[in-house]
């Protein structure tokens, strides 16, 4: 797990010295060289098109995070295709390869969607990615006016066409020999939407570290019947999770007890890391809160942390909401001072080695056998093609989520049946796919 100084670990009481809350970032968090490189400086060849582009600027200097330009273009508010890209590019390998984009879009107001594609033969074969698909209701990971990095690899692609396809497993019927990229907005047909491409690059994928991807199994809320009905599930096959609490929670009616949550962490080696301090500010959500309020509950919820022995520098945001207090601070920055990393609830694409941006770790969240439809059914992880066949063939970090388990039938899409989620855990170690804690998987170089 990621580690701090020696006098952070030490102190376990509430007496003596004020406890120390520096932070230690975890060597996973460091950001992987490129192995490829297009950052869009003067002489780079790539252009704007679509019949949804109203105009472009392929050297705009007024704007950009890295060098001295960016690609910038703006949809013309009819939902139709905007695109930047580039042809006849010498052709390029992506085995082994993740996708890294780096781009913002200045209001997202009116933003519908974004899409990647490489292909071959003006597009008449290719793949493609659904990068971003933006949300009027849930947490987005692509924000307004911010410079968002986002990966992409094989355990994601979305599509194909031509002579590509995926197969029943979620294969891709090659991985190599594209010429053509193509990166691509739509807006909501209500309005336009401008857009800035700052880099694609392509980086080593998670299969360096982890050759058959790696799966961690993290709970919110910290019910008490993560110890009882989820503990002796995972401990059958070995298996550790990591569990972000609640301080305030802790030993109330559902919840587990301190004592329950060391055992946890120095018995059973699972990780005890932060979801928030109080139960209000939780049940509120960040974002209906002002940045003095954030930082009091993030402080005393770390402060709580080590007082109590618990090693996590990893917090998980309330509700997955990490855009902004109500004052207009962005959450995450504030997270930043407290914890190494901090886990969404965003789940369009899944999580990589080392993560695209620490501080909004991807995951997939209600995952339920709820016979009612709602949150994420178990077939989506379990199923043919589903998330443990595409990590274990294609390699990623899939971070699920859970909330309550319950004995028999769930009621509501964050409860899951002690069945239901033994069948995940069978369907885990049966496609032989490692589990680590969130820490553990950071602590790789």
């Not at 402080?299 to 109590?308: D, E, G, H, I, P």
Request: aromatic fraction near 10%.
């Amino acid at each position: 797990m990621a580690a701090g100084g020696a006098a952070y670990f030490a102190r376990r009481g509430g007496g003596g010295p004020a406890p120390d809350l520096s932070i230690t970032k975890p060597p996973g968090t460091a950001v992987r060289p490129a192995l490829w490189s297009e950052q869009f400086q003067p002489g780079h060849l790539w252009s704007a098109g679509g019949v949804g582009t109203a105009n472009a600027d392929p050297n705009d200097t007024s704007l950009h995070s890295r060098g001295t330009q960016s690609f910038a273009a703006t949809t013309t508010g009819t939902g139709e295709q905007s695109f930047v890209r580039r042809q006849s590019i010498p052709a390029f390998d992506l085995r082994g390869r993740t996708i890294r984009l780096v781009f913002r879009v200045d209001d997202t107001t009116h933003l519908n969607r974004i899409t990647f594609f490489v292909g071959n033969r003006d597009y008449g074969d290719y793949f493609y990615w659904n990068v971003h698909i933006h949300s009027a209701v849930d947490a987005n990971y692509v924000g307004p006016g911010e410079w968002v990095t986002v990966h992409l690899q094989w355990a994601d692609v979305a599509g194909a066409a031509g002579a590509f396809a995926i197969s029943a497993k979620g294969d891709p019927s090659t991985r190599s020999a594209f010429t053509e990229m193509s990166f691509e907005v739509f807006d909501d047909k209500k309005g336009p939407v401008t857009y800035h491409l700052q880099a694609v690059e392509l980086i080593e994928d998670t299969t360096k570290t982890f050759p058959h991807g790696v799966v961690s199994i993290t709970f919110d809320d910290s019910f008490q019947s993560v110890y009882d009905l989820a503990r002796p599930v995972m401990a059958e096959h070995r298996f550790t999770g990591t569990v972000y609490n609640i301080a305030e929670a802790a030993g109330t009616d559902r919840y587990m007890s301190v004592k329950r949550m060391q055992a946890l962490q120095d018995t059973w080696a699972w990780e005890m890391a932060g979801h928030a301090y109080s139960m209000d500010a939780h049940n509120t959500g960040y974002d209906q809160l002002s940045r003095h309020e954030v930082d009091t509950d993030l402080r005393k919820l770390r402060t709580w942390m080590v007082s109590r022995g618990f090693r996590s520098e990893n917090f998980a945001y309330p509700h997955g909401l990490f855009a902004a207090t109500k004052d207009g601070v962005p959450i995450d920055r504030i997270a930043g001072e407290y914890f190494a990393t901090a886990r969404s609830i965003v789940g369009e694409t899944t999580e990589t080695f080392p993560p695209a941006m620490p501080y909004r770790l991807k995951a997939l969240t209600g995952v339920t056998d709820d016979p009612r439809g709602d949150g994420n059914p178990v077939s989506v992880v379990t199923d043919l093609g589903g998330k443990l066949d595409r990590c274990a063939s294609s390699g990623d970090w899939l971070i699920l989520c859970f909330h309550q388990l319950v004995a028999k039938g769930p009621e509501e899409s964050t409860q899951v049946s002690q069945a239901g989620f033994a069948s995940v855990m069978k369907a885990i170690a049966d496609h032989g796919i490692p589990v680590a804690t969130v820490g553990e998987v950071l602590s790789h170089p």
